[in-house]
């Protein structure tokens, strides 16, 4: 009990929040987020509820900020790096490439997740909106009329959602053969 306990407390001083946000994105990769619970995290990061506690005050804070995180991760960051880019044609082309290098289990498991739990259909859907914000705002770049862009966002938008939803498990590589295929290269 004794060595245990010390272990724990290591590992407490140990484990960062970026630590538990990482597991919290496992266990999603595994599409086990209804397994999100406090005691499952504890369970396989092999420590104590206090540990938990010492990062978040409820589970529900610790939702909130694994959603923060893959807002900024899985859409503002990808924005960013597609921002560099001079043309919209340009910023497609490297939103695109980042796209494919995301993790679409987790993509998946999220849309689900949305179905039964608040915190997370709240996030869902504001990242729905800056994506689609954004995609229109690429098409319109590209020399669009606003109703066509705001058409083609939602479209090339359904498309992606589409993929993570019936194809999870699908590398990068395959989506870059379908994306292939979609614009006609």
Same mark, same amino acid.
């Given at each position: 009990m004794f060595s245990f306990f010390c272990i724990s407390l290591y590992r407490m001083a140990k484990l960062s929040k970026g630590d538990w946000l990482e597991?919290?994105?496992?266990?999603?990769?595994?599409?086990? %987020?209804?397994k999100i619970r406090i005691l499952y995290l504890c369970e396989r990061l092999k420590v104590t509820r206090g540990s938990f506690y010492h990062h978040f005050e409820s589970i529900e804070s610790y939702i909130e900020e694994l959603m923060?995180?893959?807002?900024? %991760?899985?859409?503002?960051?990808?924005?960013?790096?597609? #921002?560099r880019e001079v043309t919209g044609r340009a910023r497609m082309m490297a939103l695109n490439q980042e796209v494919e290098k995301a993790d679409q289990r987790i993509e998946a498991a999220i849309r689900?997740?949305?179905?039964?739990?608040?915190?997370?259909?709240?996030?869902?859907?504001?990242?729905?909106?800056?994506?689609l914000t954004y995609l229109e705002t690429i098409f319109l770049e590209m020399g669009?009329? #606003?109703?066509?862009?705001?058409? #083609?966002?939602?479209?090339e938008y359904a498309l992606l959602v589409g993929v993570q939803q019936l194809f999870p498990e699908i590398s990068e590589e395959q989506i870059q053969e379908l994306w292939g295929i979609y614009v006609g290269d």
């Open positions: 597991e919290g994105f496992k266990i999603l990769s595994e599409y086990n %987020q209804a923060e995180a893959w807002e900024e %991760q899985n859409t503002l960051a990808l924005i960013r790096i597609s #921002k689900s997740w949305s179905f039964y739990n608040d915190i997370v259909r709240k996030h869902l859907a504001k990242v729905d909106q800056i994506r669009y009329k #606003k109703q066509i862009a705001v058409g #083609k966002a939602k479209l």
